[in-house]
């Protein structure tokens, strides 16, 4: 089954500080994307996705992400964080070798806490 | 637009009883699911439906029935509600393409005394 690890649960950093939020998928076949930011008691809303193409992918809000196939890795950076980025960051995969492309799976979250 | 539109938002159960949480979105979008989200968990997928009429189990499905009777709505019952369910449930939608990402409603904050 497809999976996708956050291994950092909480990270904090400082306000103009650069971040960088990881995740990692495992999946031999082609997959979409995604990274979704929840901010306290709102839906998940989407930050930025990889279809194709560059490897870098530039998002809302100034965040930026990078695909590395080799890694399987999607991971997340900001090269200087506000306090207003306070929020849990998700990591999302769609499609994988046992379920097609109906299903999404995500991480379990990163929360995002920026110290002024 | 008001996009993905879950009710209510806050209700209170006591063990045993049941309830009905609506999901509505006026995007036109084939797919729609239902999430739970619990601290540390992220969200784990219940049920989700591909289409009118249709509907399948996700990761979580044990306790949980779901409906989709028109395109637009998607319905998640509890039919004898337990302290374990007691989470934050948010629904979501999106197109059939895979390079399409979902849209989320705010969610609804369910606690089971």
């Known amino acids: 089954a497809q999976s996708v690890t956050q291994l950092d649960s909480q990270v904090p950093v400082f306000e103009e500080a650069p971040v960088e939020l990881r995740c990692n998928y495992s999946?031999?076949?082609?997959?979409?994307l995604f990274w979704y930011v929840q901010y306290p008691n709102q839906g998940l809303q989407l930050l930025l996705k990889?279809?194709?193409?560059?490897?870098l992918v530039k998002g809302i809000n100034g965040f930026e992400a990078e695909f590395n196939k080799s890694q399987t890795s999607f991971h997340l950076r900001k090269p200087s964080v506000h306090i207003s980025d306070t929020a849990e960051y998700f990591c999302a995969v769609r499609g994988g070798p046992s379920g097609g492309y109906q299903k999404v799976t995500f991480g379990t979250g990163t929360k995002l806490q920026v110290i002024p | 637009n008001a996009g993905v539109t879950q009710t209510p938002k806050f209700r209170v159960l006591k063990t045993g009883q049941s309830m009905t949480l609506l999901c509505a979105q006026d995007m036109n979008h084939e797919y729609m699911y239902w999430y739970r989200q619990d601290p540390g968990m992220g969200l784990r997928l219940i049920h989700y439906s591909v289409g009118e009429g249709t509907t399948a189990k996700g990761e979580v499905p044990d306790g949980y029935n779901v409906s989709r009777l028109k395109k637009q709505n998607f319905l998640l019952g509890l039919e004898s509600a337990a302290p374990s369910q007691t989470s934050v449930y948010f629904c979501a939608s999106s197109y059939v393409q895979a390079n399409q990402p979902q849209h989320f409603g705010d969610g609804t904050r369910l606690s089971i005394l």
């Open positions: 990889y279809l194709s193409g560059s490897t």
């Open positions: 999946s031999s076949v082609s997959v979409y």
